[in-house]
């Protein structure tokens, strides 16, 4: 779906309100207070009310019309965003599914500059929209089996005074490929990792490689202790060997400079905190390349992701890393 199609099929409010009261409640509206079915649905109309300002005193300000439920049993009156990321900034729904709509299709990455010109919104909104789209694309791969190529790249290491970075200490991020087969194509974690020594090694091996599974790399001195419990074959790219039969690591080297030309294309310099984010989203593109729709699938996450609030993505610590479990909608025609 594409910016025409979002700005045709949600054109106005109570299309895109539709929408969502189909994804959030499939089998009918509840009560968001007593979970209760018996819920009515009205138009509040448009009204205004007293804004009080120390410039200008009280202004009467517009307040649009809007969608509402109210529960006969409990009376309590809820709009469908309410609970929702979609109710954490006053945009209207339209400019939430536009933004989604420009990022699911940019090919080569989204700047928060583009997204304030196209979307019409603010650059610090722009810039919340983009963050908070790029969450809901986490990964959410579990472990891989078959055949597992592993590397890993360095990225970023612009000298930072205050942190006494020099110019090399870039980040080290981590890729895990499992390759495709003929029932599902190839797909990948990429998240960064504090170094590449064995340790930091063995425990993503541990959380994403099944224990049967054949392991590609390349003759890196972290990866030396995986043949002591795995299946584990190593190209030896200091000697000039790239591929060897099956045993290489082209498909996450290939990864690697996906994700290069679109962060360093697109984004020219990407804090480490807000690093993860920049990887869910090439990886979820990359992961759902023959999705139906990227497009319902992010809509989905948003929609039942617990709310990634400002001030936690404006925080000195990123958040930890949150695993979203969602019910497939494919079925739904859109
Ligand atoms: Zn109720």
Redesign the pocket.
């Known amino acids: 779906m594409n910016l025409i199609d979002v700005t045709k099929k949600f054109g106005t409010a109570e299309a895109a309100n539709d929408f969502l009261e189909r994804m959030r409640w499939p089998e009918g509206v509840r009560?968001?207070?007593?979970?209760?079915t018996?819920?009515s649905k009205y138009v509040k109309q448009a009204s205004t009310r007293m804004r009080f300002s120390a410039k200008t005193g009280y202004v009467e300000k517009p307040v649009p019309a809007r969608i509402l439920y109210v529960?006969?049993?409990?009376?309590?009156q809820f709009s469908v965003t309410e609970g929702t990321i979609f109710n954490d900034t006053h945009l209207p729904l339209q400019k939430w599914f536009m933004a989604t709509a420009l990022m699911v299709n940019a090919k080569k990455g989204l700047s928060a500059k583009q997204m304030e010109r196209d979307v019409e919104v603010t650059y610090k909104t722009a810039w919340y929209l983009c963050h908070r789209i790029r969450e809901a694309m986490e990964n959410e791969n579990g472990v891989f089996g078959g055949t597992v190529e592993m590397d890993e790249t360095f990225m970023g290491g612009r000298y930072d005074e205050r942190r006494k970075r020099a110019r090399y200490a870039k980040q080290p991020v981590m890729g895990v490929i499992q390759r495709g087969t003929e029932e599902e194509h190839s797909k990948v974690h990429a998240f960064p990792i504090p170094h590449v020594r064995r340790e930091v090694i063995a425990d993503v091996v541990k959380n994403y490689v099944a224990p049967e599974a054949q392991i590609y790399t390349d003759e890196g001195g972290g990866y030396r202790h995986l043949k002591d419990k795995h299946n584990h074959a190593i190209v030896i790219h200091s000697k000039g060997e790239y591929v060897r039969g099956e045993v290489h690591t082209n498909s996450i080297e290939g990864f690697w400079s996906l994700v290069k030309r679109q962060i360093i294309g697109q984004h020219h310099f990407v804090s480490v905190k807000h690093l993860q984010r920049y990887l869910n989203e090439v990886s979820f593109k990359f992961n759902n390349r023959e999705a139906e729709s990227l497009f319902l699938l992010v809509i989905i996450r948003l929609l039942i992701g617990s709310a990634l609030k400002y001030k936690t993505l404006i925080a000195t610590e990123a958040p930890q890393q949150r695993l979203l479990s969602i019910k497939d909608a494919a079925e739904e025609p859109f």
């Open positions: 009560c968001v207070k007593c979970d209760g018996k819920v529960c006969r049993e409990c009376k309590r």
